[in-house]
T-cell receptor, first 114, second 112 residues
Framework: SAVISQKPSRDICQRGTSLTIQCQVDSQVTMMFWYRQQPGQSLTLIATANQGSEATYESGFVIDKFPISRPNLTFSTLTVSNMSPEDSSIYLC???????????FGSGTQLSVL | EDQVTQSPEALRLQEGESSSLNCSYTVSGLRGLFWYRQDPGKGPEFLFTLYSAGEEKEKERLKATLTKKESFLHITAPKPEDSATYLCAVQAGPGTASKLTFGTGTRLQVTL
C-alpha cells in the first residue's frame, strides 16, 4: 500500500490568487497523478506528474493554469493559478507503485474560490 | 473515447436488504476495471480490480463481477457502515499506463 499526505485539506481563496497543493508519499512510487472532482461529477485526470520533467496534461488542462512539479519519487505539487469560482472543487493526488496496478489516493484538498 | 456509466445515481437500502450496483462501459481494449469506495471528505479507497469477463472477486459483503460490457457490485446484507459512494473506473488501450476513466458513482445509504 501507500500512505499519501495531502496538504492543505481545505482552503478558501479569493478570486485571482493561486494555491499550491502538496502531495507527499511514504515510499517511492512509479507514477503520480492529479485529479479533480467537481460536485456531482466523476474524477477527471488533470495531468501525470513526471519526475524531473514537465507534466503530461490531459485535454482541457494547461500548464499555465495548473503548473505541476515532481522533484523526486515521493513528492509533487499542483498549483491552481489565477483562480475563479469555477475552480472550486476537490483536488486529489494519486499514485501507482507498479505500472498497470491500482491507484492509491490522498484524502484530497477541498478548494472553495470566492 | 472511453465512457463509464454507473447506475443508479443513488440507492437507499435497509440494513440486510441486498442489492446490486451497475457499471457499464465502452472502451477500446479493456485492461482492467476498478471499484473504489469513497466516504465524504476522503479520497477513494480501492476495493477490487477485474481483468477479464467472467472474473469475480469478493470482500466481506461485497462481490464484484465482470462481463464484456458491464460490471456489477453486489452488496449482500448491507450494514449502515457500507454507506458511501461507490466508484467504477476503467483502464484501457495501449500506452495509457495507469490512467483511469471514472464513472460518476452510486451514492449508497444503508439505514437501520
Amino acid at each position: 500500500s501507500a500512505v499519501i499526505s495531502q496538504k492543505p485539506s481545505r482552503d478558501i481563496c479569493q478570486r485571482g490568487t493561486s494555491l499550491t497543493i502538496q502531495c507527499q508519499v511514504d515510499s517511492q512510487v512509479t507514477m503520480m497523478f492529479w485529479y479533480r472532482q467537481q460536485p456531482g461529477q466523476s474524477l477527471t485526470l488533470i495531468a501525470t506528474a513526471n519526475q524531473g520533467s514537465e507534466a503530461t496534461y490531459e485535454s482541457g488542462f494547461v500548464i499555465d493554469k495548473f503548473p505541476i512539479s515532481r522533484p523526486n519519487l515521493t513528492f509533487s505539487t499542483l498549483t491552481v493559478s489565477n483562480m475563479s469560482p469555477e475552480d472550486s472543487s476537490i483536488y486529489l493526488c494519486s499514485v501507482v507503485k507498479v505500472v498497470g496496478e491500482k491507484l492509491f489516493f490522498g484524502s484530497g484538498t477541498q478548494l472553495s474560490v470566492l | 473515447e472511453d465512457q463509464v456509466t454507473q447506475s443508479p445515481e443513488a440507492l437507499r437500502l435497509q440494513e440486510g436488504e441486498s442489492s446490486s450496483l451497475n457499471c457499464s462501459y465502452t472502451v477500446s481494449g479493456l485492461r482492467g476495471l476498478f471499484w473504489y469506495r469513497q466516504d465524504p471528505g476522503k479520497g477513494p479507497e480501492f476495493l477490487f480490480t477485474l481483468y477479464s469477463a467472467g472474473e469475480e472477486k469478493e470482500k466481506e459483503r461485497l462481490k464484484a463481477t465482470l462481463t464484456k460490457k458491464e460490471s456489477f457490485l453486489h452488496i449482500t446484507a448491507p450494514k449502515p457502515e457500507d454507506s458511501a459512494t461507490y466508484l467504477c473506473a476503467v483502464q484501457a488501450g495501449p500506452g495509457t499506463a495507469s490512467k483511469l476513466t471514472f464513472g460518476t458513482g452510486t451514492r449508497l445509504q444503508v439505514t437501520l
